[in-house]
């Protein structure tokens, strides 16, 4: 992972890189940002999940998973072994991931994009404060986060999505009238036939399995909204 790769490279770019907002995250370096992504690219590709089917808001969760376990080099500063001060964990909330922060002090951070189906400005900041003894406060402060009428990026699913849904729409289509064309006539029925009609299922479960799987996962994630404004 780059992070174990290059910590000399993070804390440079920490030191010296001006910081950019990244919505719903906090405020980063481009080259941290970047490791951070690719490291993301890598946990999902060792398990073998497409983040190119994910929506926005279930990508920042997974991204914030690997930020939360790799956090300590994300953030060379926050070195627990010499602090005088408990530091709050990052922490995803149902819509943000709230970067570390010392006790007795406040993480503020940009707007997320999207929550709940609603799009949000990210011009505006949201905060939450990290109580004594590395403890969050019970609830994030979103009063500055305006919602907004259209989205400020790309929308929640990707087109990339829409598309791989209709193809594999049209495909099961496709199949299921081959596969009755070869059921309706007895003199089709043959073994070379029978074989075809096999493979025809394959593709049929093959089809099925990802339309129901992207429906589900679309569910979960609408089904999973758990913060509190």
């Known amino acids: 992972m780059l992070f174990?790769?290059?910590e000399d490279e993070v804390k440079k770019a920490w030191d010296s890189a001006p910081l950019k907002s990244r919505p719903g995250f906090g405020f980063y370096p481009d080259y941290v940002w970047e490791a951070l992504e690719k490291?993301?690219?890598?946990?999902?590709?060792?398990?073998?999940?497409?983040?190119?089917?994910?929506?926005i808001a279930r990508k920042d969760e997974f991204r914030c998973g690997v930020l939360h376990e790799y956090w300590l080099k994300v953030f060379p500063k926050f070195d627990v072994e010499n602090l005088e001060k408990i530091?709050?964990?990052?922490l995803w909330d149902g819509a943000s991931c709230i970067p570390p922060t010392m006790e007795g002090d406040?993480?503020?951070?940009?707007?997320?994009q999207m929550y709940?189906?609603?799009?949000?400005?990210?011009q505006n900041n949201a905060s939450r404060k990290c109580l004594s003894g590395g403890f969050w406060e019970d609830k994030t402060n979103y009063t500055l986060c305006d919602e907004t009428e259209s989205s400020p990026g790309p929308p929640d699913i990707e087109i990339s999505i829409i598309v791989y849904f209709i193809g594999y729409s049209i495909s099961l289509?496709?199949?299921l009238c081959a596969l009755c064309i070869f059921?309706?006539?007895?003199?089709?029925?043959?073994?070379?036939?029978?074989?075809?009609?096999?493979l025809f299922l394959t593709y049929i479960f093959t089809d099925l399995a990802w339309i129901i799987t992207?429906?589900?996962?679309?569910?979960?994630?609408?089904?999973e909204r758990v913060l509190v404004l």
């Open 87 to 90: 530091p709050c964990f990052p």
């Open 214 to 223: 992207s429906l589900l996962q679309n569910e979960v994630i609408e089904n």
């Open 173 to 175: 289509l496709a199949l």
């Open 4 to 6: 174990e790769d290059h």
């Open 39 to 55: 490291t993301t690219e890598g946990k999902a590709e060792e398990g073998g999940i497409n983040l190119s089917n994910f929506s």
């Open 116 to 122: 709940d189906g609603k799009f949000y400005s990210t």
């Open 106 to 112: 406040t993480a503020v951070f940009p707007c997320m």
């Open 183 to 198: 059921l309706s006539f007895r003199e089709m029925r043959c073994m070379r036939h029978k074989i075809h009609i096999g």
